[in-house]
């Protein structure tokens, strides 16, 4: 759950979108000045306050949907919003609120996250892609 993302992959993403939000860090592994942690609790709060463009790779685990469905519906405020995460095409929270959405990046090969120390792990056992809500021109999810 606390795999971070490669900080040139996010320096990346960062030139192109300048983020002002991490919506899920900790304290050790935050990649914008605002940030929310499990403590602060980023799916109970609002993104749109951040004042641009917002970055959240959120926990894998099962609660990953609902980082979605948030992503999807801050987005329709005009947040630009970006998110890295599994891809995973099978899934609802896919069909509900990403495909036909949002645009997607499908990466090429696996990512190697790394500790919130920066050392990286082996290549994730999973594909992953980039989703992006571009705020104003959010689709209506079709649910």
Not at 49 to 61: D, E, K, L, R, W
Not at 85 to 109: M, N, Q, V, W
Request: with cysteine; hydrophobic share 30%.
């Amino acid at each position: 759950m606390d795999y971070c993302t490669p900080q040139d992959f996010f320096d990346k993403l960062n030139e192109e979108f300048h983020f002002t939000l991490d919506a899920a860090a900790t304290d050790k592994s935050a990649k914008c000045q605002s940030y929310y942690t499990p403590e602060t609790d980023g799916l109970n709060n609002p993104w749109s306050q951040s004042g641009g463009a917002v970055f959240c790779n959120p926990p894998y685990g099962r609660e990953l949907g609902k980082w979605v469905r948030k992503a999807y519906e801050e987005a329709k405020s005009g947040t630009t919003i970006v998110l890295l995460i599994p891809s995973r095409t099978d899934t609802s929270y896919f069909h509900d609120y990403i495909y036909g959405k949002a645009e997607i990046r499908f990466l090429r090969g696996r990512l190697r996250f790394a500790d919130e120390t920066g050392k990286p792990y082996d290549p994730a056992p999973f594909p992953s892609m980039v989703v992006v809500y571009n705020g104003a021109n959010q689709k209506e999810a079709g649910v």
